[in-house]
């Protein structure tokens, strides 16, 4: 529960944040693009709806999720690893593995899908804001653009995605972290290693799974 809290709950601001600014700004450059008078003004939305659902809210949010989660993963693990404290549970016949880096994981795995609808729900909110307060679309015709021509996969889809960046940016965090050799400065770099490669990961993983279940 405290891991729960730590990655869940401590992330939810941020989240919000970023993801209702990117559904405001998306439904601006969206309708600054659709200027043809043969497109109607519920495509906006409709655009909105689906690029946050299948790739703004899973992986825009994952890249943050590395760049905060995976991070204070790494670098809480290697401060453990260089102060002996691991070492510790170990002699005491503690497997510290399973003590310190399956909480992380399990906690990661099941906050974040959480995090990834909660995301996708302020982006449209943070759209609809934006676009009818700037005249750009009427409330009504945002509405029509949500809910026009849904496909109910897309959501399913946007989960699976959550839950693998999920396990990989946790996997390879408490990677980096467990196994950090040196001091104080080796600490730091594998933070920075474990965002890296976290990022890496799940761009190559968004890749493959729109390649397999698309």
């Given at each position: 529960?405290?891991?729960?809290?730590?990655?869940?709950?401590?992330?939810?601001?941020?989240?919000?944040?970023?993801?209702?600014?990117?559904?405001?700004?998306?439904?601006?450059?969206?309708?600054?693009?659709?200027?043809?008078?043969?497109?109607?003004?519920?495509?906006?939305?409709?655009?909105?709806?689906?690029?946050?659902?299948?790739?703004?809210?899973?992986?825009?949010?994952?890249?943050?999720?590395?760049?905060?989660?995976?991070?204070?993963m790494a670098s809480g693990l290697g401060t453990m690893r260089i102060s002996e404290q691991i070492d510790a549970l170990e002699v005491m016949g503690i497997n510290s593995s399973s003590y310190l880096v399956l909480p992380k994981i399990v906690a990661a795995v099941l906050m974040y899908p959480m995090l990834v609808i909660i995301a996708g729900l302020l982006a449209m909110v943070g759209g609809y804001l934006a676009g009818v307060l700037t005249n750009v679309i009427t409330p009504t015709e945002y509405i029509q653009g949500i809910r026009f021509d849904f496909n109910e996969y897309t959501v399913t889809f946007a989960l699976i995605k959550s839950f693998a960046f999920a396990f990989l940016v946790s996997s390879i965090s408490s990677f980096k972290g467990y196994f950090t050799t040196g001091g104080a400065v080796e600490v730091g770099q594998a933070s920075t290693a474990a965002v890296t490669q976290s990022v890496i990961a799940i761009l190559l993983a968004d890749y493959l799974l729109a390649q397999l279940l698309l």
């Open positions: 529960m405290e891991e729960c809290i730590s990655i869940g709950i401590n992330s939810v601001f941020l989240v919000a944040l970023v993801a209702f600014f990117i559904g405001a700004v998306t439904t601006i450059q969206t309708a600054y693009n659709l200027v043809s008078p043969l497109i109607p003004n519920y495509v906006i939305a409709l655009v909105v709806r689906d690029m946050t659902i299948l790739e703004l809210a899973p992986t825009i949010i994952g890249v943050i999720f590395a760049g905060k989660v995976g991070s204070s």
